[in-house]
């Protein structure tokens, strides 16, 4: 956004607040007097350090001389006319300022300006001698400095509409004085409150107002543009007040860090070259370099932003954790999101995001997510995964944090932002029946030997079953051999979501529906017998979890097992090929037998009877 | 997929009801709920729905029961639970579920088959009726149901018998006829993937150029042509 232009430089006291490290700058002139005056008007650096910026600036350029003759002469020693003159030269030498950063829309600050007035008089001195009176020119010279005091505040309402407002002149610190005669000349420095508006209400365009209780006022308007491939600007402003009206053309150009401006300062009103000494006292000059007697100026601002510490590209807006963290269900993580960030991208181009997030106690290091283009200005949701390892096991529910982060092609994170987290304990289970087999898969080994060791005790039968008949055979053994040894426990009210490992229900010998078919889904199909869990859903929120195995026969082989085919259903294997599947209630501990005459009627009244199958009330989720 | 959901709002389930055994000639034995041992069945008792009722190849059963008369004639087996009037709707649910029920989804890590082991075959024990048998009969009370109006759970019954008894599938007769029923319906992707399957059974010349004129008539039909 445009600048103050040249009827109120630097008016703003905050505005090197935009500087976010460090800016150079150098600035030349030319006045166009007779003759024109060149010169070197400023250096100035600002640093900013955090939140605060400092900046100072030395101008040797900013200075205004006048030459008053008086209407007396004395004759010299040459016998030459010697005219007896005035001269009053102002200057601003220095200015400092600091500036503080509140937030991204509010900033305050102030700036000292350092000012010295020199007058010098000539006077006729007599000198007396022994036998004459020689006049002579003597010169009385004063000179005074004093600090000006500035202050000012800025409210960015958004990238494209400002307000600030400063005042000067309310404080004024004087160091020396002046005589009666010089104190005529000194600088009119009338309290002044300043008032601008900025906007950018279009793609490119922007436009200022500016207003001044001393009477004067500005508009502006700007046109960024392409020049010879560089990001450019044009701006022209109008401005009025005191004692002067002009307009102020002005073209920059930006290359990387440098930029370049060169502004013409073209007066419109009537410029007094020459004038009298009553004129001068009564007036007075307020501005340097804004006075009646200025000639119309060109200047070439040369600028240098250093960049040091990373610019931020993108931001969050806010994190939301979708998901509470089952540390079991490792892999839904991956392709699930467990948060959903809102992300700006507070920069003026396309910038590809990398997200990532560290769940203190779940990870050692930075899981990313997959990339985002943002475009410039735009505000997207980006989902976070994230992985774990199997390994993780707490028996308890952990509370945690995790840290998301934003990485562009900056080295450093552009943003992190921190959120409590709960990592559930290794036995949570979120209540869906899909996720099951997480636990089942968990123990595999342990399952394994377990069943192997079961099944050894009845080698003798087992080698004497046909092949076909092998793995029901096995069903129904370790059926018989783990479930009738179980007390039905149900988990306590307030963890009802809660699911034991294998190893753990063989250890205490109890548990619920979803422990004993966890269990028994892991034994078999650690040996090869494909399982299915099915997941009943009552009008009251029950739920109830049985099994489904794959005996392997033919649907030519079941009389094998059954001669009555409502026993037993048609499905396909991982090979596709059609087998026989029997439904086992794990909770029926008496037997094999009774537990799958009561799968076959909980199956055939809530699936097919009670169309849960197609109602969704009852789901067949495989294990793999 | 729109029939289906329509028709979950209308249909509750698909309860059949107990028919009373009104009459029997010759020797009729029933299977009960999930029992293994068939029973001989008596005129006036009742059959439940979970009771299969077969016929062997003498003899008859007459059942009544909610303004329903059906005779079951000799050689023939039937679920009592398929002695019902369905509509188009819950005949095409009823497909869905046992789409549902006999596929499931892929596994990702897919195991290798288990490696052979020999054995003695403990299946010997003796039953009232050879599994492909019962298949057969299975079918002929299917197609009974159908010729007495009860199309819709003729073709349930009919594809039930093919998946557990798959010797039936063999039956190209009988997969003529219940594919023609399937067409009667307009139940078109069906009877197409009917046809379709049966391409690859044997057949002679003329049944099989029945089944391609068919096929392309069913594809014409789909395609909207």
């Given at each position: 956004?445009?600048?103050?232009?040249?009827?109120?430089?630097?008016?703003?006291?905050?505005?090197?607040?935009?500087?976010?490290?460090?800016?150079?700058?150098?600035?030349?002139?030319?006045?166009?007097?007779?003759?024109?005056?060149?010169?070197?008007?400023?250096?100035?650096?600002?640093?900013?350090?955090?939140?605060?910026?400092?900046?100072?600036?030395?101008?040797?350029?900013?200075?205004?001389?006048?030459?008053?003759?008086?209407?007396?002469?004395?004759?010299?020693?040459?016998?030459?006319?010697?005219?007896?003159?005035?001269?009053?030269?102002?200057?601003?030498?220095?200015?400092?300022?600091?500036?503080?950063?509140?937030?991204?829309?509010?900033?305050?600050?102030?700036?000292?300006?350092?000012?010295?007035?020199?007058?010098?008089?000539?006077?006729?001195?007599?000198?007396?001698?022994?036998?004459?009176?020689?006049?002579?020119?003597?010169?009385?010279?004063?000179?005074?400095?004093?600090?000006?005091?500035?202050?000012?505040?800025?409210?960015?309402?958004?990238?494209?509409?400002?307000?600030?407002?400063?005042?000067?002149?309310?404080?004024?610190?004087?160091?020396?004085?002046?005589?009666?005669?010089?104190?005529?000349?000194?600088?009119?420095?009338?309290?002044?409150?300043?008032?601008?508006?900025?906007?950018?209400?279009?793609?490119?365009?922007?436009?200022?107002?500016?207003?001044?209780?001393?009477?004067?006022?500005?508009?502006?308007?700007?046109?960024?543009?392409?020049?010879?491939?560089?990001?450019?600007?044009?701006?022209?402003?109008?401005?009025?007040?005191?004692?002067?009206?002009?307009?102020?053309?002005?073209?920059?150009?930006?290359?990387?860090?440098?930029?370049?401006?060169?502004t013409a300062l073209l007066y419109t009103s009537q410029k007094q070259k020459t004038g009298s000494l009553n004129d001068l006292t009564s007036s007075g000059i307020s501005s340097i370099l804004n006075n009646k007697y200025c000639g119309n100026k060109a200047m070439l601002q040369l600028s240098y932003r250093l960049q040091t510490t990373q610019e931020k590209f993108v931001q969050f807006v806010d994190v939301s954790v979708t998901r509470a963290i089952f540390p079991m269900f490792s892999d839904l993580f991956l392709d699930a999101p467990f948060a959903i960030a809102k992300v700006v991208n507070i920069s003026d181009k396309a910038v590809t995001v990398k997200p990532g997030s560290k769940i203190d106690k779940l990870n050692n290091e930075i899981v990313y997510s997959p990339s985002v283009v943002i475009a410039p200005k735009d505000t997207v949701s980006i989902p976070f995964y994230t992985a774990f390892p199997e390994t993780y096991f707490s028996s308890k529910h952990e509370l945690s944090f995790v840290t998301f982060s934003l990485i562009t092609e900056n080295a450093d994170a552009d943003d992190n932002l921190q959120k409590p987290l709960l990592i559930n304990s290794s036995n949570a289970w979120d209540g869906e029946v899909g996720h099951l087999h997480y636990f089942v898969k968990k123990d595999f080994d342990y399952s394994s030997t377990a069943a192997k060791r079961i099944l050894s005790k009845y080698k003798n039968t087992l080698d004497?079953?046909?092949?076909?008949?092998?793995?029901?055979?096995?069903?129904?053994?370790?059926?018989?051999?783990?479930?009738?040894?179980?007390?039905?426990?149900?988990?306590?009210?307030?963890?009802?979501?809660?699911?034991?490992?294998?190893?753990?229900?063989?250890?205490?010998?109890?548990?619920?529906?979803?422990?004993?078919?966890?269990?028994?889904?892991?034994?078999?199909?650690?040996?090869?017998?494909?399982?299915?869990?099915?997941?009943?859903?009552?009008?009251?929120?029950?739920?109830?979890?049985?099994?489904?195995?794959?005996?392997?026969?033919?649907?030519?082989?079941?009389?094998?097992?059954?001669?009555?085919?409502?026993?037993?259903?048609?499905?396909?294997?991982?090979?596709?090929?059609?087998?026989?599947?029997?439904?086992?209630?794990?909770?029926?501990?008496?037997?094999?037998?009774?537990?799958?005459?009561?799968?076959?009627?909980?199956?055939?009244?809530?699936?097919?009877?009670?169309?849960?199958?197609?109602?969704?009330?009852?789901q067949i989720i495989e294990i793999y | 997929m729109n029939k289906i959901i329509v028709s979950l709002l209308v249909a509750g389930s698909l309860f059949a009801q107990s028919y009373k055994v009104e009459k029997i000639q010759g020797t009729v034995k029933a299977l009960v709920g999930n029992s293994e041992q068939w029973g001989d069945v008596k005129e006036g008792a009742m059959v439940t729905p979970s009771t299969v009722i077969m016929t062997d190849k003498s003899s008859t059963i007459l059942l009544s029961g909610g303004g329903i008369k059906f005779m079951l004639k000799p050689s023939a087996a039937l679920s009592v639970n398929s002695l019902k009037h369905m509509t188009i709707d819950e005949l095409l649910l009823a497909l869905a579920m046992e789409e549902i029920l006999s596929t499931p989804a892929k596994r990702k890590d897919a195991k290798g088959m288990n490696t052979a082991i020999y054995g003695t075959n403990e299946g010997g024990n003796k039953s009232l009726v050879s599994s492909d048998a019962l298949g057969d009969l299975k079918l002929n009370g299917a197609r009974q149901l159908a010729e007495n109006g009860f199309v819709e759970t003729a073709i349930l019954a009919a594809k039930e018998a093919y998946r557990k008894y798959p010797s039936t599938q063999k039956n190209v007769p009988l997969r003529f006829f219940f594919a023609s029923q399937m067409m009667k319906l307009s139940l078109f992707d069906e009877a197409l993937a009917e046809y379709s399957q049966m391409q690859n059974l044997p057949m002679n010349d003329e049944q099989a150029k029945e089944v391609r004129e068919k096929l392309d008539f069913l594809k014409k039909k789909l395609a909207g042509m």
């Open positions: 956004m445009q600048a103050d232009g040249v009827l109120s430089m630097e008016a703003n006291p905050t505005s090197f607040s935009s500087v976010k490290d460090l800016a150079l700058g150098i600035v030349f002139g030319t006045e166009f007097l007779s003759p024109a005056v060149s010169n070197l008007y400023e250096l100035s650096i600002s640093k900013t350090f955090g939140a605060s910026n400092f900046s100072l600036r030395y101008s040797p350029g900013y200075n205004k001389e006048f030459s008053l003759l008086k209407n007396q002469s004395v004759i010299g020693q040459d016998s030459s006319d010697v005219s007896l003159k005035t001269s009053l030269k102002y200057s601003e030498t220095f200015a400092a300022g600091f500036s503080y950063k509140y937030s991204e829309h509010l900033s305050s600050g102030f700036t000292l300006h350092y000012f010295t007035e020199n007058f010098s008089q000539d006077a006729i001195g007599a000198v007396f001698s022994d036998s004459s009176l020689t006049l002579i020119r003597e010169n009385n010279t004063e000179s005074m400095s004093f600090i000006n005091f500035q202050f000012g505040g800025d409210y960015q309402f958004s990238d494209n509409y400002r307000v600030s407002m400063s005042g000067s002149n309310f404080i004024k610190i004087k160091n020396g004085s002046l005589s009666d005669i010089n104190r005529s000349f000194e600088m009119k420095t009338p309290e002044n409150i300043r008032i601008a508006f900025y906007a950018k209400p279009y793609d490119g365009l922007g436009a200022n107002i500016v207003f001044e209780t001393i009477r004067a006022f500005q508009i502006s308007v700007q046109k960024e543009i392409q020049l010879f491939g560089l990001y450019s600007s044009l701006s022209c402003s109008y401005f009025g007040g005191l004692s002067s009206r002009g307009v102020q053309p002005s073209l920059s150009l930006r290359y990387g860090n440098l930029s370049a401006d060169v004497t079953t046909s092949s076909a008949l092998l793995l029901f055979q096995q069903a129904k053994l370790l059926f018989n051999e783990i479930i009738p040894e179980m007390l039905y426990v149900a988990d306590p009210v307030a963890s009802n979501d809660r699911v034991q490992f294998p190893h753990e229900t063989i250890d205490v010998k109890g548990g619920d529906c979803d422990d004993f078919s966890v269990c028994l889904a892991s034994f078999y199909e650690s040996i090869g017998i494909e399982t299915a869990f099915v997941d009943y859903r009552g009008n009251d929120q029950s739920r109830h979890v049985n099994l489904l195995f794959n005996t392997g026969l033919h649907p030519s082989e079941a009389q094998l097992i059954t001669r009555n085919d409502k026993k037993y259903f048609i499905r396909k294997d991982t090979a596709g090929e059609e087998k026989v599947w029997i439904p086992i209630e794990t909770t029926e501990r008496s037997n094999f037998t009774s537990a799958w005459e009561k799968g076959v009627e909980i199956f055939t009244n809530e699936a097919l009877d009670n169309l849960g199958l197609v109602k969704g009330t009852v | -």
